[in-house]
């Protein structure tokens, strides 16, 4: 069942209803946000022939997290599975205010649902990732860039953030979305292009 919208008959609050109401129907359609333009810069330098291959929103007790993007070459159809063996980008566009260090241990623990690590791999990574990842402001974008094999990059807003090679970290961090023991099958579903 579709979500409701309740709006307020008063000026300004009624078309800020308005809009967010209708920022939904914008992301729930096929192509979403990037339908009618190419990959952002940070993708398109990282990712040869980025294509969009699916979308989804990410709720939490109902409030809007983010909006996310998996952006893939052409070798990633939609369905495929076996996200681990190409270059991919996952992008996040921030609903909210976050606090950059509960992004990061919130990462670690979604990680763990992905696979085994040790005790010093987790302290870290949770070193990187607090310096990874900024404090984010509603319309904030954070992409993450995956090398398979080899690292993970970070861009907030367009402008590199850091790289970490670690073939094992960027396996498991893009494993929160993407790996079948996610913790939000329905998202990865729609990322993947298996749902609409």
């Keep these: ?41 940070e993708v398109a330098g990282e990712v040869p022939e980025a ?33 681990a063996r190409q270059p991919l980008a996952l992008v996040l566009r921030y609903a909210r205010s976050l606090d950059g260090a509960k992004i990061a241990e919130r990462s670690i623990e979604e990680m763990r649902r992905i696979g085994a690590f040790s005790a010093e791999q987790s302290a870290t990574w949770l070193r990187f990732m607090n310096e990874a990842f900024p404090d984010v402001q509603d319309g904030d974008r954070l992409t993450g860039l995956y090398r398979p094999g080899e690292a993970a990059a970070f861009a907030f807003n367009g402008k590199p953030r850091a790289t970490l090679r670690d073939a094992e970290f960027a396996r498991l961090f893009f494993g929160i979305w993407l790996a079948p023991t996610t913790s939000q099958p329905g998202l990865r579903a729609r990322l993947l292009g298996l749902k609409a």
Aim: aromatic share 6%.
């Design 1 to 41: 069942m579709a979500p409701t919208h309740r709006l307020r008959a008063s000026g300004t609050t009624h078309r800020r209803a308005l809009l967010r109401a209708l920022g939904g129907l914008v992301l729930s359609g096929p192509l979403g946000l990037q339908a009618a333009g190419a990959a952002p810069p």
């Design 51 to 83: 294509r969009l291959v699916g979308q989804g929103r990410l709720r939490y007790f109902g409030l809007h997290i983010y909006d996310a993007e998996l952006w893939a070459g052409p070798s990633l159809a939609a369905g495929d599975t076996d996200y």
